[in-house]
């Protein structure tokens, strides 16, 4: 694919841009089409696609549960306590 003047003009101005050197971006656009089209010359036919390399992102942990033993350690450090509750402060008005 060949990038033109014609082409920047056209894609500026379906984008709402206004471009200075024309020239510059003229050629990096086609860079960029020239990696493409290598990337699409690439033999892939016995490659497995990999839609992403990372598994199970949003699979929740293994949660395992285990008994705090120093709750005393938490009550005595907390400001303001009655008996054994915690007094927080309230959000309802």
């Known amino acids: 694919m060949k990038i033109d003047e ?4 056209e894609i500026a101005f379906l984008a709402r841009l206004e471009i200075d050197n ?8 086609q860079k960029i089409v020239n990696y493409f089209e ?3 010359e690439v033999n892939t ?3 497995e696609p990999m839609y992403t390399p ?17 709750v005393d350690l938490i009550r005595d450090n907390f ?3 009655e008996k ?7 959000i309802h008005k």
Not at 6 to 9: D, P, Q, R, S
Not at 56 to 63: A, L, S
């Open 6 to 9: 014609k082409l920047v003009e």
């Open 22 to 29: 024309k020239k510059k971006i003229i050629n990096e656009m």
């Open 38 to 40: 290598l990337l699409n």
């Open 45 to 47: 036919d016995n490659v």
């Open 54 to 70: 990372i598994e199970d992102v949003y699979k929740p942990q293994k949660r395992q549960s285990r008994f705090f033993e120093d």
């Open 79 to 81: 400001p303001d306590r």
């Open 84 to 90: 054994n509750y915690l007094k927080v402060p309230g």
